[in-house]
T-cell receptor, first 111, second 115 residues
Framework: DQQVKQNSPSLSVQEGRISILNCDYTNSMFDYFLWYKKYPAEGPTFLISISSIKDKNEDGRFTVFLNKSAKHLSLHIVPSQPGDSAVYFCAASGNTGKLIFGQGTTLQVKP | GAGVSQSPSNKVTEKGKDVELRCDPISGHTALYWYRQRLGQGLEFLIYFQGNSAPDKSGLPSDRFSAERTGESVSTLTIQRTQQEDSAVYLC?????????????FGSGTRLTVV
C-alpha cells in the first residue's frame, strides 16, 4: 500500500529552466509534507516543507505547492542548476510522528 | 555530535550471518528512525523510537530484524540470519520533535551487501 507516490522515476531539464517534481498521496490524515534531496552515497537532506493549512511555501529557488483536494503536491525549482541534479523524495506525515516517503524522482539538469 | 553518524559505512556479509548496524543521533534529538532503501526503490520505514515510549516497530519486515536504543542516544539495528533480499542501504535519522518540526537529519547510511 503505497501511501505516497512519485510516479515519474526521472526528469531531465535544461539549465535555467523550471523543474517540476510531482507527488501524490492517498491518506487524508497527512498534515505535513516535506521534500528531501539525496546525492549518491549520502543521506537525504531536508529541502523544504509545507503544512496542510497552506497551499504554497517558497524558499529561494524552491517552491512547494499543495493541492489538498487533489491530494497532490509539487516542487518547483527555478531556475534549475546542474548542482540540483539529485534524487528528490517527497514525504508525508500525520499524527504518527513518522514520515512516509515516496519512491523518489531522479532529476538531471543539463548544462 | 554535529550530525548523525552511522557505522559501518559498508558491510559485506555472507548469507545466514548476523549483522549489527549502529547509529549515533544528534545529541538531544528525542526521536530516532531507521529506514532502508533497496536498489531502485524508495525509503522504507523500519522502526521509530521516541523518548521513553514503546518503539513503533510496524515497519520491520520480519522477526529477523530488531533494534534497540539506549535512552536518547545510540541505536543498533540487528539483522539475524541475513538473506540476499536484506541487501540495501540502511539509513538512520533523528529529529527533535519537541521543536515542532519534522525535518529529519539523516546519516550517510550503511550499505549492506549479503552474498
Amino acid at each position: 500500500d503505497q501511501q505516497v507516490k512519485q510516479n515519474s522515476p526521472s526528469l531531465s531539464v535544461q539549465e535555467g529552466r523550471i523543474s517540476i517534481l510531482n507527488c501524490d498521496y492517498t491518506n487524508s490524515m497527512f498534515d505535513y509534507f516535506l521534500w528531501y534531496k539525496k546525492y549518491p552515497a549520502e543521506g537525504p537532506t531536508f529541502l523544504i516543507s509545507i503544512s496542510s493549512i497552506k497551499d504554497k511555501n517558497e524558499d529561494g529557488r524552491f517552491t512547494v505547492f499543495l493541492n489538498k483536494s487533489a491530494k497532490h503536491l509539487s516542487l518547483h525549482i527555478v531556475p534549475s542548476q546542474p548542482g540540483d541534479s539529485a534524487v528528490y523524495f517527497c514525504a508525508a506525515s500525520g499524527n504518527t510522528g513518522k514520515l512516509i516517503f515516496g519512491q523518489g524522482t531522479t532529476l538531471q539538469v543539463k548544462p | 555530535g554535529a550530525g548523525v553518524s552511522q557505522s559501518p559505512s559498508n558491510k559485506v556479509t555472507e548469507k545466514g550471518k548476523d549483522v549489527e548496524l549502529r547509529c549515533d543521533p544528534i545529541s538531544g534529538h528525542t526521536a530516532l528512525y531507521w529506514y532502508r532503501q533497496r536498489l531502485g526503490q524508495g525509503l522504507e520505514f523500519l522502526i521509530y523510537f521516541q523518548g521513553n515510549s514503546a518503539p513503533d516497530k510496524s515497519g520491520l519486515p520480519s522477526d529477523r530484524f530488531s533494534a534497540e536504543r539506549t535512552g536518547e542516544s545510540v541505536s543498533t539495528l540487528t539483522i539475524q540470519r541475513t538473506q540476499q533480499e536484506d541487501s540495501a542501504v540502511y539509513l538512520c535519522a533523528s529529529t527533535d520533535l519537541g521543536t515542532g518540526g519534522l525535518g529529519y537529519t539523516f546519516g550517510s547510511g550503511t550499505r549492506l551487501t549479503v552474498v
